[in-house]
């Protein structure tokens, strides 16, 4: 599913012009989609502005998201 981020979402340089970001669902935590995901790279990134009432649970599975991500990227660059 993909969406718009709201405007005071910071996508970085590097995920700019990557196409439309994919909304994550995690379910039992939200119905619908919690955080965004960059088409290019599958970096996570917060959909909530601050003080959101599901800014900081989403905070907790970005986290989650992009270590998995680092560690498996590591992984495929360390075998040929």
């Known amino acids: 599913m993909a969406a718009e981020p709201p405007e005071d979402v910071d996508w970085g340089e590097h ?12 379910r039992g935590v ?7 995901e960059c088409a290019r790279c ?8 601050k003080g959101h009432y599901l800014h900081d649970k989403a905070r907790r599975y970005i986290i989650m998201h992009n270590e998995r991500r680092a560690v498996a990227r590591l992984d495929s660059r360390s075998h040929p």
């Open 30 to 36: 939200y119905a619908g989609g919690l955080f965004y």
């Open 42 to 49: 599958g970096f996570a990134f917060q959909r909530w502005s």
């Open 15 to 26: 995920c700019a012009g990557a196409g439309p970001p994919a909304l994550v669902e995690i």
